[in-house]
């Protein structure tokens, strides 16, 4: 099994995700890869966001304080060109999507990466 996760979450982006789950449920993440803000991952209330056979789930996130695993989506062609890096989800200050559950929150989450050896 592969010690090194493919996913993580910084400290203030778990601290996130718990304000938002303590709202909306149970939630995902779908990283797109598309143009504008499908470069950044998206946070839905689970299963809002339909994933298919274009779709890769990439973790299941423990996050202290939710009772549930967060899952990661990732497009398929995305991820062909990430599949070398661990992909680490932060909260910055400034506006994200409309789309995702972080927007009215002043910030939004962003995928920062890092090589792994293959």
Known sequence: MDATPR???TPAAAELVRRLRDVHGPLMFHQS???????APMCYPEGE????????????LDVDGVDEPVTFWM???QYE????????V???AGRGSGFS?????GV???TRSRLVGG
């Open 7 to 9: 996913v993580e979450l």
């Open 33 to 39: 890869g598309g143009c504008c803000d499908g470069s």
């Open 49 to 60: 966001f339909r994933t298919g056979g274009s779709d890769v789930l990439l973790a299941e």
């Open 75 to 77: 497009a398929k062609n």
């Open 81 to 88: 060109l990430w599949s070398h890096t661990r992909l680490i």
């Open 90 to 92: 932060d909260v910055v």
């Open 101 to 105: 559950l972080e927007a009215p929150e």
């Open 108 to 110: 939004r989450f962003l």
